[in-house]
């Protein structure tokens, strides 16, 4: 079985192009961005790698006010995205649509650089797509280990699940 996943890839933007990067035609799992979510953590990681991933998630959360965080055990009541590190030199990182998943490189060590990885892939289970560094600079863009979420970036989130107010729990009734 063949599973499509957007993979923010090694390869310069050429390569990418020329052998297609990821053509993100449909996200098969996204995540509300108002709603809480656990991205939920290897127990074993070294407080250093664990801060850069929070940093990561931090770009998107603190501006637009969602309940997002990162965690080494789910707790009741919020989504979670596992993510785990493997040893490979094919890409940075990857969001697994149907798992769903966050994959990292192993060998992406670089604090600040595995932040922009984490916040690229945390684009994709938000519901965005990669954008060509043509048309604009982005935390998206394919092979992006600089650019953090942006303004733009941000106004897409908030175009997608409309803006997050604090404390606010989607799915939930409120009762008299």
């Known amino acids: ?64 006010s969602m309940p997002w965080t990162t965690t080494t055990a789910a707790t009741t009541g919020a989504s979670a995205i596992p993510l785990r590190f493997i040893d490979t030199g094919l890409f940075y990182g990857r969001y697994d649509d149907l798992a769903p998943a966050i994959i990292l490189s192993s060998g992406v060590t670089d604090p600040a650089r595995l932040s922009i990885v984490v916040a690229h892939e945390v684009g994709h289970a938000l519901g965005l797509y990669h954008r060509s560094p043509d048309a604009r600079v982005s935390v998206m863009n394919p092979g992006n280990v600089n650019v953090a979420p942006n303004a733009e970036d941000l106004a897409e989130i908030t175009a997608i699940w409309g803006a997050c107010t604090t404390g606010a729990r989607r799915g939930m009734l409120a009762l008299p």
């Open 1 to 64: 079985m063949f599973r499509r996943t957007c993979a923010l890839r090694i390869l310069p933007p050429v390569l990418i192009a020329t052998f297609g990067g990821c053509a993100d035609p449909t996200l098969a799992t996204r995540f509300d961005a108002c709603a809480p979510t656990e991205i939920v953590l290897p127990e074993s990681l070294a407080p250093a790698v664990a801060s850069a991933i929070a940093d990561g998630v931090r770009f998107w959360s603190e501006p637009l």
